[in-house]
């Protein structure tokens, strides 16, 4: 049992790194528009089949397809904000979270009628193919995974501090009146997030599909998870949800391994509860949310 | 607070009673299972809408409460061997204090709007785990309790004796929401549902108000749990605490109009009987029925942002709060 841990821990910290990725749109999304996107994991599994059918259909690898799924997320993710988030909820708070709910809840149930619940999975031949590291063996994709995550993170950083629509983004979470009187596009830079963090959901899916599966109930499974990250890291905060997701992956691996299957997801939702109680700032934060 | 009856109330509640009565006359029986269905969620919604309608805290995680009754008097029965009606009352205690328990410990920490509605569903989801890991709660199997008609057993021969039961479950919920309205207590929570801070500030302590909505909606939440399992003497951890559940609690209440007292009822009557004739014309299929409901949730945020009730009452209720900074 202890010999495994660190192949476990290790194995855990690939699947962080996918957490990390999700949670970034998470928490872009979050950090600008101050709403909590219920939809996030909907739209990831969209995604998921998104690359599962480019492949199986058109015969297009998952790494091939990610330029592709991103671009085409980002402007699903600019219409969704621009065309029915922000007219549909009339700006209120409460009603944001219920449009976006809304959105998931028809999301998820027509993928369960278009593509019934069946779990599919590519069968990529290079999916299996193990590289040792420390002692462990992971698979190749998972690794791949891993180190296009952190450059995917670190673009997105090098976006937000290097180019002027990163700092009318950074500008508009941080004063958004005072933005607006500057000239600022509040409405071009909201819906530009939304797709931002749309967009990275597609990669994620790209990354994620050759050692995953898909069903329509995915996306809820990794909603909490999501949640749980960008709150670890701190919502809002870039790289609080890069250590969250890593951090993430590990609990949870590590608490399957002591809990079994089941009781094992038991981790994520308690370490969720916590931490919205006593540290909703995140955990590296000093400043608090509120 | 006097509140004014207003006529757009007494229409809907019109309605309602003659919509609750077709089943003793011209609804054909297979349709009785549904009209008791929806009575269920109906209550479920009024106890959503005790804390979600007039406090203005959004769950998104209610099965917690509905489960928690569910599997309460289930297990009550199975495992101890008590009465039906004395395992109901203390199913709906249990579920007012798993209520309290979430209450007081998310108010404590001064959790409220988006982050209120995550941490419940969060809870949900342990309850659900819990429940589909342990021998006690039935593990995957669920618990479901042997067929034992009579009055004394809580179960009813005929199914129409059955809808009434659930019926005036409702009915209980409805005078609870209606007292709860006219009372300081009621004026309490929609002064916290506009401004906790102001609410705070005239000496209103808005912790003990919250904490005691979430029993309220928990105890009421509990009895549609016992309703459940009295109906269909089964539950399981995705039907008890499943996020459909949870789902099923806030559409009624928001799509009928959250903070009203017929709201939910409405909600959930005109959204379940739309939803089963477009199943009838389309065919059944999986999730269809939801994604149904989701479009008719979006539709109604959209044009209808005080729930259908804003047709008949006008739109003078609750002005659009500012938008947040």
């Not at chain 2, 129409?160 to 009372?183: D, E, K, P, W």
């Not at chain 2, 007292?261 to 004739?277: N, Y």
Request: net charge positive; charged share 10%; aromatic share 10%.
């Amino acid at each position: 049992m202890l010999g495994l841990i660190i192949p476990v821990a290790l194995n855990g910290l690939m699947t962080g790194a996918i957490y990390a990725l999700v949670a970034l749109g998470l928490t872009l999304i979050y950090g600008v528009l101050h709403i909590i996107n219920f939809a996030h994991g909907s739209l990831l599994m969209l995604a998921l089949y998104a690359v599962y059918f480019m492949h199986v259909l058109l015969g297009v690898d998952p790494y091939v397809a990610m330029p592709f799924l991103v671009l085409a997320f980002f402007a699903l993710g600019y219409v969704l904000q621009r065309g029915i988030i922000s007219t549909f909820s009339h700006g209120k708070e409460s009603n944001i979270l219920l449009v976006t709910l809304a959105l998931s809840i028809i999301i998820d149930n027509l993928a369960l009628y278009l593509w019934t619940s069946n779990t599919r999975s590519l069968n990529l031949p290079y999916a299996y193919e193990m590289i040792e590291v420390a002692g462990a063996l992971l698979p190749l994709p998972r690794l791949i995974a891993f180190g296009a995550a952190l450059v995917i993170a670190l673009l997105l950083w090098l976006g937000m501090t290097r180019t002027r629509d990163g700092r009318a983004i950074r500008a508009i979470a941080v004063e958004k009146r005072g933005a607006e009187l500057v000239g600022v596009n509040v409405k071009h830079v909201y819906a530009l997030c939304f797709g931002i963090g749309t967009a990275c959901l597609a990669a994620a899916a790209c990354l994620l599909i050759p050692t995953f599966y898909v069903t329509p109930q995915v996306g809820y499974a990794f909603v909490l998870i999501a949640f749980t990250t960008v709150v670890l890291g701190g919502m809002g905060s870039f790289a609080g949800a890069l250590v969250g997701g890593l951090l993430l992956g590990v609990v949870e691996a590590l608490s399957g391994l002591f809990l079994g299957e089941t009781l094992g997801q038991i981790g994520i939702f308690l370490v969720f509860i916590l931490m919205l109680l006593f540290r909703p700032q995140g955990l590296f934060s000093a400043r608090g949310v509120r | 607070m006097k509140t004014r009856m207003h006529p757009g109330n007494a229409v809907v509640a019109v309605i309602l009673i003659v919509a609750a009565l077709l089943p003793y006359f011209v609804l054909p029986a297979a349709w009785l299972g549904l009209a008791t269905n929806i009575l269920v969620f109906s209550l479920l919604g009024v106890a959503w809408n005790i804390t979600g309608g007039f406090g203005g805290m959004m769950s998104f995680g209610h099965a917690v409460l509905f489960g928690s009754g569910a599997y309460a008097t289930a297990m009550l029965q199975l495992h101890a061997g008590i009465n039906p009606w004395l395992a109901a009352l203390a199913a709906m205690a249990i579920a007012a204090g798993v209520g309290t328990f979430i209450g007081a410990l998310s108010f404590r920490y001064g959790l409220r709007g988006s982050y209120f509605a995550l941490i419940t569903l969060a809870f949900a989801e342990v309850f659900r785990v819990l429940a589909s890991s342990f021998a006690m709660t039935g593990g995957g199997q669920g618990l479901s309790l042997p067929l034992a008609t009579g009055l004394a057993n809580m179960q009813f021969a005929s199914r129409l004796h059955n809808y009434t039961f659930v019926l005036l479950l409702v009915v209980a919920g409805l005078v609870i929401t209606t007292l709860v309205q006219r009372s300081r207590f009621g004026a309490y929570l929609v002064a916290i549902r506009e401004n906790e801070a102001a609410a705070q500030a005239l000496g209103i302590d808005t912790f003990r108000v919250k904490v005691l909505a979430m029993a309220l909606s928990g105890a009421i939440a509990g009895a549609a749990g016992v309703a459940y399992m009295q109906t269909f003497l089964f539950v399981d951890a995705q039907i008890g605490f499943g996020t459909v559940m949870s789902f099923e609690a806030l559409l009624g209440p928001v799509i009928g109009g959250a903070g009203t007292v017929l709201g939910p009822v409405l909600g959930a009557v005109v959204l379940h009987t739309v939803g089963e004739l477009a199943r009838e014309a389309i065919g059944g299929a999986p999730g269809l029925n939801l994604v149904f409901y989701g479009l008719v949730l979006l539709v109604i945020l959209r044009f209808l942002p005080n729930g259908l009730m804003g047709l008949f009452l006008g739109q003078r209720r609750r002005p659009a709060t500012k938008e947040q900074a």
